[in-house]
């Protein structure tokens, strides 16, 4: 059917030297003209065919027209809700009035609502008693004439006014129509020659390359787009979090290791064994293997004497001390636990101890509800400093101008508590789509009983600070429930057509 709808074309384009409306052709094995908006669609298709061999140009025309929606073929086909409510109620003087109830159950609950404020207001029926009757013997139907008139036609000879009060009625939508005219091309002719697309070897070899035509390249089609891998969101700010860092002189820490000891992981850190965020209802327990090795025997010892009877100025927790409690396994719950470990490596290197910056940014588990900020399975950024001399200012100096190279300035500092840091500061930000402060991080100073065990010499201070990677993600991509951003929830559209991030 293409071929010969283009014939076609070629043809009446011959005899009448321009097709003025393609609305007045017909398609081949239609009945009528091609009026439709379906048929034109046809059409277009022929033409391009067509325009790609330059033997026709052709240019789009549009016009309105109006079509009815479901509801006004309803109407169309069977009645106005006026006229079916005029049409069961008894005439005045000459039956028992028709309840409301009634009339709901013979025309409905919509069209009595509807029907009974059009009929009155066109004094068609009136109240009598509890009931309602008609005061006319016949009426004329008008909007179901109308409908008729526009489905027939596509317009309404009483004008935009009656049809404004039609759409305003949802009976009527309208519609653009496209339709076209087309003249002779630069290679117009009315045979049809099939043009190659490629240039084949038979073609070379018989040489019926040099006669035969070939079907122009398109370059400024965009061509198909190539699917491709994206970048998550959490991905890019990691990715800008790491040049923050590297551009303040920051060296990232290996921390692979998911699995911890509770030694490692809370012991070195001076949390007690009988803080609550060592139960169950915090932190993951691995029950296979259920223990970790052996840690370094002087370094251990030194940990528990610290938390059990004291030292370096303090006089510990004097608490119960487990060694199956700090050799069981466990889903880390920060980073810091491998800070720790890399901070007493540090302390006993050959050639003894170096200031150093150092960062990390990789997944911790906590066993939390989730909701609109918190999940079980997150990302924490960290960055500790250890030197000589330094203080709480330098650490707050850090965190504005970490923030401040991340593209936040609302910052606040709170003071709060950590069992191995004093003092200790909570980090918030105002998060706008939620339209309150949001808690973004953590930071203090490393308190001695955690520091001198490990060997670091005198003077030595070590300041830290962590924050979520999810948190700073969801304030810079305007996103307020976490869970659209890590999750089966995740939408992959979005993440494909995320934005860069530049802090």
Not at 57 to 78: P, R, V, W
Not at 157 to 185: D, P, T
Request: proline share 5%; aromatic share 10%; charged share 25%.
């Amino acid at each position: 059917m293409a071929e010969q709808l283009q014939q076609l074309i070629l043809d009446t384009i011959d005899r009448e030297k321009e097709i003025k409306d393609t609305r007045t052709l017909t398609i081949p094995g239609d009945a009528a003209p091609a009026t439709s908006q379906e048929a034109q669609l046809v059409v277009q298709g022929a033409l391009n065919s067509l325009l790609s061999k330059e033997m026709v140009t052709y240019s789009m025309q549009e016009a309105f027209a109006y079509a009815l929606t479901q509801e006004g073929n309803d109407i169309a086909d069977k009645g106005s809700h006026e006229a079916v409510v005029w049409s069961v109620l008894p005439l005045k003087g000459q039956g028992t009035p028709l309840s409301i109830k009634d009339l709901k159950q013979k025309v409905g609950d919509e069209t009595a609502k509807i029907g009974q404020g059009r009929a009155f207001k066109n004094g068609w029926i009136a109240k009598e008693g509890d009931g309602l009757v008609k005061l006319v013997q016949s009426i004329d139907d008008t909007t179901r004439n109308e409908l008729a008139e526009i489905r027939a036609t596509g317009t309404l000879a009483a004008g935009e006014k009656a049809i404004a009060e039609l759409r305003k009625r949802k009976l009527v939508q309208q519609k653009k129509l496209l339709w076209f005219s087309a003249q002779k091309g630069s290679n117009f002719s009315t045979s049809l020659d099939k043009l190659e697309t490629d240039l084949t070897a038979e073609m070379l070899q018989s040489g019926a390359w040099k006669t035969a035509k070939f079907k122009k390249y398109n370059f400024d089609a965009e061509g198909i787009p190539p699917n491709g891998g994206a970048l998550h969101p959490l991905l890019k700010v990691r990715e800008e979090f790491r040049n923050i860092f590297m551009e303040m002189g920051f060296a990232e820490m290996p921390t692979s290791q998911f699995v911890e000891s509770g030694f490692w992981c809370f012991d070195t850190l001076f949390v007690p064994q009988q803080h609550p965020a060592r139960d169950l209802q915090d932190t993951f327990y691995v029950s296979d293997p259920p223990e970790s090795l052996s840690p370094p025997t002087d370094y251990y010892e030194k940990v528990q004497k610290v938390h059990t009877v004291g030292g370096y100025g303090s006089i510990g927790y004097r608490a119960p001390w487990s060694d199956a409690d700090s050799r069981k396994l466990l889903l880390r719950t920060h980073t810091t636990a491998s800070s720790s470990n890399l901070l007493w490596r540090l302390a006993n290197r050959k050639g003894g101890f170096k200031p150093v910056k150092m960062f990390s940014i990789d997944r911790v588990f906590r066993n939390e509800a989730t909701d609109a900020t918190h999940l079980a399975e997150f990302h924490q950024v960290e960055g500790v400093v250890a030197d000589y001399g330094i203080s709480l200012a330098d650490l707050i100096g850090f965190m504005q101008t970490f923030f401040k190279k991340m593209g936040i300035h609302n910052l606040r500092f709170k003071p709060a508590y950590n069992p191995y840091t004093e003092p200790s500061l909570e980090i918030f930000a105002f998060h706008p789509m939620l339209d309150k402060w949001v808690e973004i991080g953590n930071s203090g100073m490393f308190r001695p009983e955690m520091l001198a065990p490990m060997g670091l010499p005198d003077g030595v201070q070590v300041l830290g600070w962590g924050l979520s990677l999810e948190r700073p993600t969801m304030i810079r991509y305007g996103i307020n429930n976490i869970r659209t951003l890590v999750g089966h929830k995740v939408s992959i559209d979005s993440v494909e057509k995320s934005a860069a991030v530049r802090f």
